[in-house]
């Protein structure tokens, strides 16, 4: 079985390979590039989910605080990656800018956004701590449930227009990975039980921080609401999964439901025109 799998895998990375490289090479051509507009890369479009916009976090997240700054935007249909192989990444008058914090950066001083402008210095300080909390093992514990012990369940509540060997085999080689990066990372050196409990502490540390207010810091919306929107919409919305994370929340956060509800409605009141078709 497991020769089948290698010599499955390097036909179906090969044929990624060329599929991309000529995704890569068209793309000029396929894009009519305007001054002042941000062309968003973030994966295929084709491949979409019932339940949220994007199965990405960093993708939700950068998305999520373009329409938070209402900034003008195109999604772009691509398997490009950026030059650090990774998504999402935009195209912005001529230039490649990768990684969501770039991106963020980018746009606030292009724009001159004014999104934490109100902010005192230790809230932008807590912002920047959520953010680093969420993108490091919080991140790992909620793919690993996902893809490592509830892969093919996920993906197969998907829309995914590819062979179901192509998406087995994704299945496989992403646990796989997960696991080893988790491993690495340390977090993966836990028990399941623990990496949730781990989890589960950093919702209590978001949840703690909003208290009673409307968002994070008050009434007013910020960049770190889009990020703990982006990154609690995983489990929070995506019903077909038994996601642990979303059990504490109901479990102990009562404040964050309708928080994520606030935060839904302001940046994404069209937010099932971006959903997989069920």
Avoid at 57 to 83: C, D, G, H, V
Wanted: aromatic fraction near 14%.
């Amino acid at each position: 079985f497991t020769p089948f799998l290698i010599v499955g895998g390097t036909v179906a990375t090969t044929i990624l390979i060329v599929y991309r490289c000529r995704s890569s090479r068209l793309r000029d051509t396929l894009v009519d590039y305007k001054k002042d507009v941000v062309y968003f890369y973030a994966g295929p479009s084709d491949i979409r989910h019932p339940h949220v916009p994007h199965i990405s976090p960093f993708a939700m997240k950068a998305q999520t605080f373009m329409r938070l700054a209402n900034i003008k935007y195109k999604r772009i249909n691509s398997w490009e990656e950026s030059r650090l192989k990774q998504v999402p990444f935009i195209d912005f008058n001529g230039k490649e800018i990768p990684d969501t914090h770039l991106i963020m950066k980018t746009l606030t001083s292009k724009f001159a956004l004014k999104l934490d402008d109100w902010l005192t210095e230790k809230q932008k300080a807590v912002s920047t701590a959520i953010v680093c909390m969420l993108e490091g093992d919080f991140f790992l514990t909620v793919v690993m449930y996902r893809f490592c012990l509830n892969g093919r369940t996920f993906l197969n509540s998907m829309h995914i227009p590819y062979n179901p060997f192509v998406i087995a085999l994704f299945a496989w080689t992403t646990n796989r990975l997960l696991r080893k990066r988790a491993w690495l990372q340390g977090i993966g050196r836990h028990t399941w039980d623990e990496m949730w409990e781990i989890a589960g502490e950093d919702i209590q540390a978001v949840s703690d921080i909003l208290g009673d207010n409307d968002y994070l810091f008050g009434d007013k919306v910020s960049t770190a609401d889009g990020t703990v929107f982006a990154f609690f919409s995983l489990f929070m919305y995506i019903e077909n999964l038994d996601y642990p994370h979303r059990n504490y929340v109901l479990r102990h956060c009562p404040n964050i439901p309708p928080y994520m509800e606030r935060v839904k409605n302001l940046a994404w009141p069209d937010w099932n025109e971006h959903l997989a078709k069920k």
